[in-house]
């Protein structure tokens, strides 16, 4: 039995179609069951949360391996998640962390990860370690703008990243979970074309047929605003402005071919994506 924490987000969601298709029994560990409609029936629902540790018990029991994503800030989710692991007898971790945690020295958004994997570690259950980079479902944070102004804001100017389709990042996560001879192993995982926002907007705007304007951010403030248009406590508000500097330092663009190794493919391409997400941006000109 694969338990799969984060179910209802943009990789649990891939991730427990990806294991249903191999058929893998898995079971989502979810706050609110309403949120898994339209998930695989076959995947049993359980209700829990990695922030109440007494409710994670019966939801690990009879679990054999564990795809592990917090998200936020600390480490308290990670080290419920893995007591309650060590409690069931799980054999097999799959920890999604960051591409972050392999640069010197250590953003602050990267010593959150670090420090769960050190905690991972510690446990002795063997685990897999997922290090993705930017995700591209990330444009969809732009929409808030798009909406106001017809227009994104722009961070990092000429840095550039390879971003990845949470699709490849759960077609690993499922190789690993259900193939023998990833443990122990750490995998960095990014799409094989890089951009600046520039260009990224520039494909929206070429799939949806309208123009998008790019503005340069000046404030932070409005940094924040480009990754959280609700905004963020200030600890995560800190972390990411340090991190979009850290991407505007990179002009060539860190990329790996992990993906098309594991997976005897190449990645998605971000066209793919925005034509599959063609109509999340269509209907901001209506909004």
């Given at each position: 039995?694969?338990?799969?924490?984060?179910?209802?987000?943009?990789?649990?969601?891939e991730?427990?179609?990806?294991?249903?298709?191999?058929?893998?029994?898995?079971?989502?560990l979810?706050?609110?069951?309403?949120?898994?409609?339209?998930?695989?029936?076959?995947?049993?629902?359980?209700?829990?949360?990695?922030g109440?540790?007494?409710?994670l018990?019966?939801?690990?029991?009879?679990?054999d391996?564990?795809?592990?994503?917090?998200?936020?800030?600390?480490?308290?989710?990670?080290?419920?998640?893995?007591?309650?692991?060590?409690?069931?007898?799980?054999?097999?971790?799959?920890?999604?962390?960051?591409l972050?945690v392999t640069?010197?020295?250590l953003?602050?958004?990267?010593?959150?990860?670090?420090?769960?994997?050190?905690?991972?570690?510690?446990?002795?259950?063997?685990?897999?370690?997922?290090?993705?980079?930017?995700?591209?479902?990330?444009?969809l944070?732009?929409?808030?703008?798009?909406?106001?102004?017809?227009?994104?804001?722009d961070?990092?100017?000429?840095?550039?990243?390879a971003?990845?389709?949470?699709?490849?990042?759960?077609?690993?996560?499922?190789?690993?979970?259900?193939?023998?001879?990833?443990?122990?192993?750490?995998?960095?995982?990014?799409?094989?074309?890089t951009?600046?926002?520039?260009?990224?907007?520039?494909?929206i705007?070429?799939?949806?047929?309208?123009?998008?304007?790019?503005?340069?951010?000046?404030?932070?403030?409005?940094?924040?605003?480009?990754?959280?248009?609700?905004?963020?406590?200030?600890?995560?508000?800190?972390?990411?402005?340090?991190?979009?500097?850290?991407?505007?330092?990179?002009?060539?663009g860190?990329?790996?071919?992990?993906?098309?190794?594991l997976?005897?493919?190449?990645?998605?391409?971000?066209?793919?994506w925005?034509a599959?997400?063609?109509?999340?941006f269509?209907?901001?000109?209506?909004?």
């Amino acid at each position: 039995m694969i338990l799969v924490t984060g179910a209802t987000g943009n990789i649990g969601r891939e991730l427990t179609r990806e294991l249903d298709g191999k058929g893998a029994k898995s079971r989502l560990l979810v706050r609110d069951p309403a949120r898994a409609a339209g998930l695989p029936d076959r995947s049993e629902r359980v209700v829990g949360d990695l922030g109440e540790p007494s409710t994670l018990a019966s939801a690990f029991a009879g679990v054999d391996k564990l795809f592990l994503l917090t998200q936020g800030i600390g480490t308290d989710y990670t080290a419920a998640a893995i007591t309650a692991a060590e409690a069931a007898g799980v054999s097999h971790i799959v920890h999604l962390s960051s591409l972050h945690v392999t640069l010197e020295p250590l953003p602050a958004m990267a010593r959150w990860h670090h420090e769960r994997e050190e905690i991972i570690r510690a446990s002795a259950i063997p685990a897999t370690f997922l290090r993705p980079g930017g995700f591209m479902t990330n444009a969809l944070d732009w929409l808030p703008t798009i909406r106001e102004g017809n227009h994104v804001l722009d961070p990092v100017g000429p840095g550039r990243y390879a971003p990845i389709d949470p699709a490849d990042i759960a077609a690993v996560a499922a190789l690993v979970l259900t193939e023998a001879g990833h443990q122990n192993k750490e995998y960095v995982l990014t799409g094989d074309e890089t951009f600046t926002i520039t260009e990224q907007v520039r494909v929206i705007s070429e799939t949806v047929g309208r123009d998008i304007e790019v503005r340069e951010v000046t404030t932070p403030e409005e940094a924040v605003r480009f990754r959280f248009p609700d905004g963020a406590p200030q600890a995560l508000a800190d972390a990411l402005i340090e991190g979009l500097n850290v991407m505007r330092a990179d002009t060539v663009g860190f990329r790996t071919d992990t993906v098309e190794r594991l997976l005897g493919r190449r990645p998605r391409t971000f066209a793919d994506w925005c034509a599959r997400n063609a109509d999340s941006f269509r209907r901001t000109e209506t909004a």
